[in-house]
């Protein structure tokens, strides 16, 4: 699906992807860590484990259930974002990441669009997902489509220890996208 002359959104393809998918994953949880260190002086992953434990399990990002998205931009795969299954009704967005040096170009958007459009597809009436609570960047484009906070909800995979560190939101999808 294209969303802007800049980035192309597609469907992840195993095995070609895998190594792209590996290496943000790993960023995307490398950073993290790295900034709850700084902020709250805690380590809520192990990134290698929890990369390798994701890409084991990876079938859980799939159809018919999930989906994986990339956005690519000028041939080089630079974001991605995942949806997986909490119930028949309930979809959870995970691991959404934009490589730094290419923010602000739409991707995460456009990632966060593809996988609306694709838990619509499946039927999900709601849709989940946690994010630390420093980034207010994606927070406010969560916002922007129409999430709202909430409490933790009790699928969440976050060790009790960080939850407070982490910011819950949903997204009523029965209502009319904004």
Not at 4 to 20: M, N, W, Y
Not at 125 to 144: C, G, I, N, Q, W
């Amino acid at each position: 699906m294209n969303v802007s002359p800049k980035v192309t959104v597609r469907s992840l393809e195993l095995p070609d992807d895998l190594e792209a998918v590996r290496k943000l994953w790993m960023d995307y949880l490398s950073w993290g860590n790295n900034k709850m260190q700084e902020l709250y002086g805690v380590h809520p992953h192990h990134p290698a484990e929890t990369v390798e434990q994701d890409i084991r399990q990876i079938s859980k990002f799939q159809p018919p259930h999930g989906q994986l998205l990339l956005a690519v931009h000028e041939g080089r795969v630079c974001g991605l974002g995942s949806l997986k299954s909490i119930s028949a009704d309930v979809g959870e967005i995970k691991r959404m990441f934009v490589d730094p040096g290419l923010r602000r170009i739409g991707a995460g958007r456009a990632i966060l669009e593809g996988l609306l459009t694709e838990a619509r597809k499946i039927g999900y009436k709601t849709v989940r997902l946690d994010s630390p609570r420093f980034m207010e960047a994606a927070h406010a484009l969560y916002r922007s489509v129409g999430f709202r906070d909430i409490d933790a909800y009790p699928e969440v995979e976050i060790p009790e220890a960080f939850k407070a560190y982490l910011l819950f939101m949903e997204l009523d999808l029965t209502k009319e996208p904004q």
